[in-house]
Structures are given as C-alpha cells and as structure tokens.
C-alpha cells in the first residue's frame, strides 16, 4: 500500500501529464481549425479565380463581337453609299452620325416596313441566321491553326469573306421582303361525297409542270390539268383522267423524264408505274412485305425510282426490269426516301428510329451518313441542295442538315406534327410544310421560325375540327403552292 506522501507524489504526476496531455491536444484543436481554415481559404480562392476568369473570356467575347459588328457595319454601309450614292459616316468612329445622311434611308426603311408589316416581326429573329453564317462564312478560316490576321493576304482573304457573307445575308432578307403573305387562289373540293375516307398523301407535277395528279386512301389517283384548273376557277375544277386502284395509295411521284410516266406505292407494299398518256398500269412490283410509304424516281437516271417500307427495306427498280435490283436492309420501319439531285448513286433515307441515312447504293450495307437529333419518327428527307437535307419529324420539328459533316445547321419549329404525314415541299430557300392545326406553313431556310401561315379553318384561331394538312407542293419555277387537308379538299394557294 501506498503512503500518503506517495499518493500525493502520484497525483501531481499524473496532473502534470494530464497538463501536459491537454496542452497538446489544444494545440492540436488549433492546428486543425488553422489547417481547416486553410483549405476554406484555398477553395474561396481558387472560386474567385475561376470565376474572374470566366468573365475575363466575356469580355473578350463581348470586344471581339463588337468588333466584328464594327467590321460589318462598315462593310454594309460601303455597300449602302454605293447603291444610294449617299455619303455615311463610318460606324466605327466616335461621334453620332449626321441625321440628314440616314434620313434617305430611314425613310425607306419605313416605307417598306409599312407596306411589309410582316418584316417588322422577322427582323429581331435574325440573330441565330446571323451568327450561324457569320461562323461559316467569315470566322471558320480564322480559327484554322496557324492563320495570322497580321499577314496581308489573310487579312484580304477576310475582307472579301466578310464582303462575300455580307452580299449573301443582304439578298437572303430581300428574298424574304418579296413575299408578304399566303394568297387563296381556288378551291378543288372533294367530290365523293359517299367515301368515308378522303385523305389526299400526296400531290405532284409532271416534269413540264402543265399537269399534277393526286393520290390518297381513296384509292384513285387524279390528274389535273394546271392552267384549266386556274381558268375555271369559278366552277368546281375537274380531273382530266381519274384512275382507281385496288389498296389504299400512299404515295405518287413523276418520272423527271417521261412527263406520262407516274409511279404510286400503296397500302399493301406495291410499287406501280403508270402511263396516264394510256391509262394503264404498265409496271407493278410487288416486293414488299408491309405498307410502302414513299415511292421516288431519280432526276438523273429516268429508268431508276425506289421506294420505302414499313419492313424496313429500300428497294431500287429499273423500269427495264421486271424485279428490283437492289435493296437496301435497314434497322427501323422506312418512310421516306429521295435520290440525290445530280448523283443518282446516292439516296436520303427518312426512319421511324429518329434517324435519316444518306446511302451510297454502290455500297448499301451500311450509311456514309447518319443524321442524328430529331427525338421521333423522321417522317420526310428532302434534298434542299447537293450537300443539305431537310428532315421533317413527328417532333414538331424541320432540321436542316448539311450532309457534308452530318450537323445540324438550323432547326425549324412553329408547326405542330406529333402523329400523320403532314407534306414537306421545298422550292430555292423556302420550306412548305403542313401541320395538325389544319394550317399550312411557310419557312424560309434563314430563319428558325415561320414566316408566311394559312389556314384552311375560317380563322386561323379557331381549330376546331380534327382535320390536319395532308400534303403539300412546290408547283417548279413558280410562286405556287398546292395543299389538302385530310377531309379530300385541296387548295391553290400563292406565295405574293
């Protein structure tokens, strides 16, 4: 046992261990909050860090925009001195400009927008148009590696990109300016009063455009003749050759060739060529296991046409041949198809899995492009021009694509499309495209919204019915559009 001296001699040992002990863990406890701290410290810092650089690369944006605006101002009012002969300050220097010298053409400017109330609305949507052919046009060469602004010859290189774009946008917007609205011409209404079923797929002019036939689930097909029909606008025009068919028609097309020379695909997957000079049925394919949706003759070759078909095949004929002689296996239900402008070995593909293919048929086994962004069923895929395509979807929306790189150069939207073949028609840059508000709709290929729309309710507000466009078409070098709606009515309409 432990005396009482010893005892105490134990605990004040054990009193300056506990001190010391307490010591260090309060230096410790300091310690760790300064380490803690730190780190607090460190994170704010590199934050502001971050974020000062962010709005550094702003700025830098914002001062490289102005500059560019600055450069094209400049361009835009050398051209404007040149046309109107009027001297302009330039833009770019300080002090505000000489309000006689903008007078001439503020004047005009107000004049057109009162004649042209419909530019009034078009111009703050220039942005995206703007930007997007600015890149394209006059900032993708500088951005290429190695590319010095400093050096003369770029630097020339620019100014006549920029000159180049500037001319462009300039005759895109009097495009535009032309047209201020949709006109009603005549009427062609549905003259089978006991047929339930009066939908119109598809409409389509000859190759020297005097005569345009129609095609749809009454299983008929009528030709009409294009100047009576706007002649006698004032009695109910009739067809010039009526043809009936066995199944429902979902397609038609011209030969680009032969003007009497017309193929339709229908409900049952049969691909037929007719002779409307004759009236007879001269060629009949029957390949397909289900439903043919889209029949299409190439513009370069007379001989070749090819359809597309919920099993998921393309099938190329040969009208000197009885059987195809080419398919084209693909992974989803096929409901467009379109030959290349100039270069019949090539095709535009339009499927039910979102997608659109551009095919090489000396290659078929697989796409040389895929387009990809629409989020459903591609319902139409047009070539605007060699190297851009045009897709429509159940999306309710158009793409435009170019073909080159498979990007997406614009999205067009306005209509609404989500369930039926609305039509797709396309002439220069402007866009014809049907919707499920019964109305037709007018896109000119600059602009991400429509310009022109009409109705074919009384009033464009009211919708009441459940009828929708059904097809739609260009009639070629012309300003005049064809439309039906799903109740048989189709409508001759011009683009003044």
């Not at 502001?48 to 094209?72: G, H, P």
């Not at 294009?226 to 606008?233: A, G, Y």
């Amino acid at each position: 046992a432990l005396n009482i001296d010893e005892s105490l001699a134990s605990n004040e040992k054990l009193n300056k261990i506990a001190s010391i002990f307490r010591a260090k863990r309060s230096l410790q406890n300091r310690s760790t909050a300064a380490a803690k701290n730190e780190l607090g410290y460190e994170m704010f810092y590199y934050f502001l860090q971050y974020t000062k650089a962010k709005q550094v690369q702003l700025l830098r944006e914002v001062k490289s925009n102005i500059l560019s605006l600055d450069q094209d101002l400049s361009t835009v009012r050398r051209r404007l001195e040149a046309s109107t002969g009027i001297g302009l300050r330039d833009p770019t220097t300080t002090g505000a400009p000489d309000p006689r010298q903008l007078e001439v053409i503020n004047q005009r400017v107000r004049e057109d927008l009162r004649h042209y109330p419909h530019l009034t609305s078009i111009l703050p949507r220039l942005d995206n148009f703007y930007v997007y052919n600015k890149n394209v046009s006059v900032l993708a060469g500088s951005k290429r590696k190695g590319w010095d602004a400093s050096n003369s010859v770029n630097e020339n290189i620019q100014v006549k990109r920029r000159e180049q774009y500037v001319d462009g946008v300039a005759e895109t917007l009097l495009n535009i300016s032309k047209h201020h609205r949709l006109k009603f011409e005549v009427e062609i209404p549905y003259g089978d009063m006991m047929q339930k079923s009066a939908i119109i797929s598809s409409i389509g002019f000859n190759s020297n455009h005097e005569c345009f036939a129609t095609a749809g689930v009454s299983k008929r097909i009528k030709i009409y003749d294009f100047k009576n029909v706007m002649e006698d606008r004032f009695r109910i025009p009739c067809p010039i050759l009526e043809l009936t068919w066995r199944s429902k028609l979902s397609d038609l097309d011209w030969n680009k060739q032969e003007k009497s020379l017309l193929a339709t695909s229908d409900y049952d997957g049969m691909i037929s060529v007719w002779d409307v000079d004759s009236g007879e049925n001269i060629l009949e394919y029957d390949e397909h296991e289900k439903r043919a949706w889209s029949v299409n003759f190439s513009k370069t070759d007379a001989s070749l046409l090819a359809s597309g078909s919920d099993d998921g095949t393309v099938k190329v004929y040969s009208t000197k041949q009885n059987r195809s002689v080419l398919t084209v296996e693909t992974m989803a239900n096929v409901c467009s198809v379109q030959y290349h402008p100039t270069n019949f070995h090539y095709m535009a593909i339009g499927c039910s899995d979102h997608q659109a293919y551009v095919y090489d048929l000396r290659n078929p086994n697989e796409p040389v492009v895929t387009l990809s962004g629409h989020k459903r069923a591609i319902s139409y895929a047009a070539y605007s021009k060699d190297n851009e395509i045009i897709t429509a979807s159940t999306d309710n929306t158009l793409r435009l694509w170019n073909v080159n790189n498979g990007e997406t150069k614009r999205v067009l939207s306005g209509h609404e499309n989500q369930k039926h073949f609305v039509g797709l028609a396309l002439k220069d840059d402007w866009v014809a495209v049907g919707s499920e508000t019964n109305e037709l709709f007018v896109y000119n290929k600059a602009l991400d919204s429509p310009i022109h729309r009409y109705s074919f309710d009384e009033s464009s507000e009211m919708h009441n019915s459940n009828h929708f466009i059904s097809a739609t078409c260009w009639k070629p070098r012309s300003d005049i559009i064809l439309c039906a709606s799903s109740d048989g009515n189709l409508r001759v309409l011009r683009l003044e």
